[in-house]
């Protein structure tokens, strides 16, 4: 942990691939979260978080998508380093699923045209700018998201001292 701790205050480059393998061979992701400030000095993440491209013809599973129970996150501001966060899944999984299998629903029932990220909770099917032909029908390519708001729960949790 010391090592990971050596990190605060310095340059998001400076983070060891070595360090992400380690966690990723004991199932935890690594995740490099940037935030900002609003006026009010409240910190929110600046952007969603990719999880995996999605093959309309041949969806990643749950269980491949999410094969890991903790992210570990390299949390900040301007390229530096400011927050270390450990933060279990396991309790958000079940909500996960439920956008999951919405998402999944609308993919099988040929209505991915019409996904929208209000329809889900934590997990969301963001829309890329590439358009593609399903079954006859334009559909904006999609990526597996953690929506801003579920990243928001998390970087709530962080105390600040």
Known sequence: MDELESLIG??????????????KSIDIKAVILEYKYKN???????????LASI????????????????????????????????????????VLKKDYDF????????????????????LAAKRLNEEILINGVKTNKRDFVLKVKFLQKILNEIKLY
């Open 55 to 94: 093959d309309f013809s041949n969806p990643i599973s749950f269980d491949e998508l999410f094969n890991f129970d903790k992210l570990f996150i390299f949390w900040h501001f301007n390229g530096t380093i400011t927050d270390l966060e450990l933060f279990d899944l396991t309790l958000d999984r079940d």
């Open 40 to 50: 009010c000095r409240r910190r929110y993440p600046s952007a969603s978080f990719k």
């Open 103 to 122: 998402i999944i629903d609308k993919i099988e029932n040929g209505q991915s045209h019409n996904l929208r990220a209000g329809d889900t909770k934590f």
């Open 10 to 23: 310095k340059n998001v480059s400076e983070i060891d691939k070595d360090i992400i393998d380690v966690l």
